[in-house]
């Protein structure tokens, strides 16, 4: 999932962050933590459909990408908006 999303793997972010607490997660944004929910899920799907794990990973990469541009997309202020409603 870390490598999907984030494009690195726990491991690596611990090595090039040796000052930080925690895992690449506890420094995710929202919209990142949302994406990784929805990507988690998915991946139980593709799991159940038989997928190898190179063809999950880079499926689930698409995805996060798609689902950040569009959050990106639909921006703060159409947010806020919602929330005045």
């Known amino acids: 999932m870390n490598v999907a999303l ?3 793997t ?3 972010w611990r090595e090039e962050h040796p000052d930080k607490n ?3 997660r506890d420094y995710a944004t929202l919209n990142q933590l949302l994406v990784l929910a929805n990507m988690e899920s998915y991946n139980a799907i593709l799991i159940e ?3 190898p794990q190179s063809e999950r990973l880079q499926l689930l ?3 996060a990408i798609r689902q950040l541009e ?3 997309n639909i921006g703060i202020d159409t947010i806020k ?3 005045g409603k």
């Open 22 to 24: 925690g895992n690449i």
């Open 81 to 83: 908006k919602l929330e």
């Open 49 to 51: 459909q038989g997928k």
């Open 10 to 12: 726990a491991k690596q």
């Open 70 to 72: 569009a959050i990106q």
């Open 61 to 63: 990469n698409k995805l």
């Open 6 to 8: 984030f494009g690195i």
